[in-house]
């Protein structure tokens, strides 16, 4: 039987432990390193002729330890992530091979890390993970501009990991780091990279902040650092989540290189409205200004701003985002225009005269729970 597993590894080292781990892979299979050594297969011999089996190993590490799981959807998942997520510009049997091909990068090229929290939302809505596989594969794979790379990580990145990024998209319910173990640790962390000018992106929830996260007068470093938040039940001010059956989204600010390509759009989703930024009357900080707008809600609109940017201080920049809360809604071309401008802008990239353009997703390859929103599941009575 045709084994073939894909791992996500910090180190190559890890990828030799596996392979000794199991005699009888190492026996068999071969070792393949793909870029920056994120992923790894064991590649049985009759896999590379395109006989892939149906038995799968996955392996992960935890507390220094290794485990491994068959699974049967797991082949799946993991060459949905590994083809459609990481920019496989080549694959070596060894270390030498890839550092080769590191070297050969272009050193102007830009790097994204997205993060991924966690999520208890039902299939269909906010899908977290499927999202950001989906934001990675469209920055790698723009169709007028500079591939800017892609790593995803579902936990909070080494120092290393780190250093490479340009800037770092989070996407989630709530912003991740309050809900990863450590958060001032990560927090101090992420502090860190904003001294060192990288960029920032929120995606929908995970511009969220509540109560606990925050100070009494609503202070906390993503304010600074993004330029606002959606403050969700806190004390010092109340953002509302609510679904719209239609909100029109306008261009706010169509000579910002964020406001590039698109023209105002119509969807049904949860654009969350007056959104947090900053003590002074809820005016914008300095060097923030407002990208995209919507008059909401529909009984009593008013002129809420539904995404932002702010130019920091320290040369870096943010981007916050209220939407999508619908999966379906990356199939939305001018709201995927202005994220991914959103995205490439908070690198420091040059954003094309028409937008940072993308072909039309295929919803499904991301390996969402769900392309549709499904209802949340009730709990069993007795």
Known sequence: MCICGFFCLPHLAFARRATAAIPSLSQSYRLVVYHDCR????????????????GFIMAHQQNNRLSFRRSANGLRRSLIAA???????????????VKSDAAELDENEKQILVVVGPSTHPPGTHEVAAGGRLVAHCMMHPLNAPPIRAIVVDHWPDAETQSKADSIVFIGDMFPPTKFANTESILDELAGMMDRGCGIVCLHYA?????KDVGPEGQHPLLQWMGGYFATRCDHHRSVARIFDAATIENASADHPVGAGWEPFTLHDEPYINNYFGPDANRMLPGAIPLATSMLPPEAPERQVVAWGINRADGGR???????????NWANDPLRTLICNGIAWSTGADVPKDGFKTAAPNLKQFDPD???PQARKKAKTR
């Open 39 to 54: 992923f790894v297969s064991l590649v049985h011999p009759e896999a590379a002729a395109g006989g892939f089996g149906s």
């Open 83 to 97: 083809l459609s997520v990481l920019p496989f510009r080549s694959w070596a049997d060894d270390t030498t091979s």
């Open 207 to 211: 511009t969220g902040l509540e109560a």
């Open 318 to 328: 943010g981007f916050g985002i209220v939407m999508p809360h619908y999966y379906r």
């Open 370 to 372: 769900s392309i549709e």
